[in-house]
C-alpha cells in the first residue's frame, strides 16, 4: 500500500531528478522510494556508511555536508529558519 510523504528539496536538484528520472522511465516518486529502499534494506549505522554512486553526484549540487547533533533541542528552530532564508 502506498502512502504519501511531503519532502522539500532544492528546486534545483529536483529539476535535474526529474530528468534523471524521466530519461529511465520511472516517476520522482518510484526513484526516490527505490533510493530509499536501498538504505534501509541494509544495516548502516551512520550517513557515512551509505554507498553514493557518480551518478547522485551528478545530478547533486556539489559535495553534500552532513551535520549531526546529538541532541534534538532546537531542531525545529533551526528548521524553520532555514525555511525562511529560502
Known sequence: MDAKVTLSFDQQVIAKAKVFAEANNISLSRLTEFLLSKVVDRQYRSLDDLPVSDW?????????????KNSRKGLRQEYNDSRKRN
Open 56 to 68: 547522485v553526484t551528478r545530478i547533486s549540487e556539489g559535495q553534500a555536508e552532513y551535520v549531526r
